[in-house]
């Protein structure tokens, strides 16, 4: 193993380092690859200074030219997408393949957000006044990224948020830090200095982001107990918000689904890279005439998948990304086992170092299970059996999270009744996870507050003006 790699800040368009600095593991090794600075509050007062320095003359750039820098980040992206690549699956676990797909997504997200139409503005007019509603910039907005998507997550910000004229301070998670730190490396010499900083630093630099008095907008991907802090902290200078949160998602599987072509689609959309993003399925409701031919196509599916290092060949799921998460797994892991509930496949753990689990499915535990009623975050996923649909829309909705959900037939009408009552941002029939630009996404109950993507998501990241001109006489 070689030295680890030192990494640098992105501040007003300049390498920053830091005086003291944050180990980066590999979640397969557990060995340190790469050292980060550990951001000081006085480095995020210059970060934020260097933003406020340059959101005038973002904001006053030509709407265009805003959409061609935007989309000169995903051509970066693209041209780097190998070297980022590698620097993600091993800072963050995933197979290489996926990385190189989260950069592919990262560009794409660039090209069409740089491209969404923005709302117009609206006048009108009396014999007696001119009146202009106008849609201006927030400011310099905070971006808090988490560490299952790094990359993707921290462009859901970043594009829009530059597209409408703000100027950005974005800290990746101390986790994965790496493929971010890079990326502000590589656009020093396409965005004008402090239009966008890269900052590192442990989790407590969180908080004072979010109450910072020179940060407008705090745009924050991760947990619902996290939001509730970014929220309350934001409170103080009544920041505006965009909180991207947990959830809890139902799949529904009616009586007339074919279970031959939905289980690996099923499958993948719950144990996609690791299990470890907030869109998952994390609750398998299947009805009871074809709960058995279901569980026995995942528990086939379970087995067959190739769980290992990321960068080794053949891996199609990688480690949990880091230890805090994994302890958090085994102990849901031995809490199903110590109630008794059967497991289909999995709930045995590998020896030897890195964080893998097992691809695990839980056999029918009962509503009130922890591995039911918590968010696991992570390849553990119950089988729900259920009888008919007034039954599984109450079971689906008796969440406090509210953020996607899925139903599966044959019967289209049958399963868009259902899906329609789900108490859900995001629901989808007969497909998962189709998420694009244009399509806004947002979270009910605990699952977040406010929009992410398409016109509405750009909303986010503008205030309202409204312009009132006496007409001379």
């Known amino acids: 193993m070689g030295n680890p790699i030192e990494f640098s800040m992105t501040i007003d368009g300049k390498a920053v380092f830091g005086a003291t600095r944050l180990d980066v593991l590999d979640p397969a090794t557990e060995n340190i690859v790469a050292r980060v600075p550990d951001a000081t509050p006085q480095q995020l007062d210059e970060a934020v200074a260097s933003a406020r320095r340059a959101a005038p003359a973002w904001a006053g750039l030509p709407l265009e030219a805003r959409r061609k820098l935007v989309a000169r980040v995903g051509e970066v992206i693209m041209s780097n997408q190998e070297a980022l690549a ?54 310099v907005v905070g971006g808090i990224v988490p560490w299952n998507f790094p990359l993707v997550l921290a462009i859901w910000k970043v594009a829009p948020a530059l597209v409408t004229g703000n100027t950005m301070v974005l800290k990746p998670s101390p986790y994965t830090p790496l493929t971010t730190l890079k990326l502000g490396e590589l656009l020093r010499d396409v965005l004008p200095p402090g239009v966008l900083n890269v900052i590192s630093g442990s989790d407590a630099l969180g908080p004072l982001m979010s109450g910072h008095p020179g940060i407008d907008k705090i745009s924050f991907t991760g947990s619902t107990q996290t939001g509730r802090a970014v929220m309350a902290s934001a409170a103080g200078n009544l920041k505006r918000l965009t909180l991207e949160l947990g959830g809890n998602d139902a799949a529904i599987v009616m009586p007339d689904a074919d279970i031959d072509a939905i289980a690996p689609i099923i499958f993948w959309g719950a144990f996609t890279n690791s299990a470890q993003y ?30 290992g290092p990321g960068n080794a060949e053949g891996v199609e799921l990688g480690p949990v990304q880091n230890r805090r998460q994994f302890e958090r797994l085994k102990n849901l892991l031995e809490d199903t086992r110590s109630q008794g509930y059967r497991m289909l496949a999995g709930g045995a753990l590998p020896e030897g170092k890195g964080y893998f689990f097992p691809v695990t499915l839980v056999d029918n535990p009962p509503d009130t299970a922890r591995v039911v009623r918590e968010e696991p975050f992570g390849p553990i996923l119950p089988l729900l059996k259920f009888r008919n649909e007034e039954e599984v829309i109450a079971r689906a909705n008796d969440s406090e999270y509210g953020l996607g959900g899925s139903v599966w037939g044959a019967d289209q009408a049958a ?57 001379p006489h």
């Open 86 to 139: 590698q620097l993600l699956t091993q800072e963050q676990g995933k197979p290489l393949a996926a990385a190189r797909q989260e950069l592919m997504a990262a560009a794409y997200w660039c090209t069409e957000t740089a491209g969404l139409d923005l709302p117009a503005d609206v006048s009108s007019e009396t014999p007696e006044e001119l009146v202009r509603v106008l849609r201006v910039p927030v400011g």
């Open 415 to 471: 399963a868009t009744r259902v899906a329609l009552r789900l108490n859900t941002g995001t629901v989808w029939v007969n497909q998962i996870h189709t998420l694009k630009p244009g399509k806004p996404m947002a979270g009910h109950k605990q699952s977040g507050v406010g929009i992410e993507n398409g016109a509405e998501g750009l909303l986010e990241y503008t205030v309202l003006r409204t312009v009132s001109s006496k007409r």
């Open 278 to 307: 907030c869109l998952a399925i994390k609750r398998l409701y299947i009805h009871e005439d074809v709960y058995d031919r279901m569980a026995q196509a995942l528990a086939r599916l379970a087995r067959e998948t190739k769980v």
